[in-house]
């Protein structure tokens, strides 16, 4: 189905046999919703978000990309996530009321655009709800300069987990690896301890890390499993209560209820020839248990 969501912005809500659904909107290729079989809602959207184009919108999985945070000379988190993708044609012509349990999102770059990125790309999501429910996102991104130029991109999934608590939450399978600390203008560190509890506020950016994380919520009993491929990096962002008030889409209690796992690739930019393509893809599932960790 194609609906008009929040302040009339198009948006693409996929459902399987079980009940789980997923809702996707056009602007930013963003979603904004998943949620379980019970209609438990999985992502988090801020209290205060705005859904006011060029505004990006706070929750959900808003993409990063071509650049992370500020690490270029573009605006925080490049421009994926402020402008509106297109239903891609070119995969299967969609069919209102099918139930269809994927949806092919396209890119490409305005003449605006190659004024502040000058390059050519095709970036295409897939955005997949399973039969389990789970939640799949693959990204193909493909240089289609036509000067003979490659590009360089970094890359996240800038994923907004909701959780009950953040007080009870802990996320496993970063340990012992190294980081970026950007509060500490991304000097590197170790993780030294066995888990990570969030209690203060993180903005981590974890190195090469292994292919599966995992988000226990203890309160709710529910853990996230969340799997990355063609993504070394995760950062977890919490801005906790401080940061929260200087940040004017986030309700000063929001922080509570979230946390942001990102799927990326970030300290080795990602580097496209004319015509090659890269592949990133993410998946969660919600598990209603707490799981054993092992990596
Ligand atoms: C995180 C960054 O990924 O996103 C943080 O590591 C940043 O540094 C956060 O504050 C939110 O970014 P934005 O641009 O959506 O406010």
Known sequence: ???????????VILRNFRGSSVEVYLYGAQVLSWKNE???????VSSEA????PKPIRGGIPLCFPQFSNLGSLAAHGFARNRFWSIDASSHPFLA???????????????????IWPHSFEFRLRVTLRPAGDLM????????????KPFNFTFAYHTYFAVSDISQVRVDGLETLDYLDNQQNRTRFTEKEDTITIESEVDRVYLTTPTKIAILDHEKKRTFVIRKYGLPDAVVWNPWEKKSKTIADLGDDDYKRMVCVEAAAIENPITLKPGEEWRGRVEFC?????LQWAA
């Open 97 to 115: 009321n099918s139930s269809r349990t994927h949806v092919d999102l396209l890119l490409k770059p305005t003449e605006e655009d190659m004024k």
């Open 38 to 44: 019970h209609g438990e809602e999985l992502l988090f």
């Open 286 to 290: 919600a598990v209603p248990k707490l």
């Open 50 to 53: 705005n859904f006011e184009p």
């Open 1 to 11: 189905e194609i609906l008009k969501g929040i302040n009339d912005l198009d948006k």
């Open 137 to 148: 996102l693959t990204s193909h991104i493909r240089n289609t300069n036509t000067d003979g």
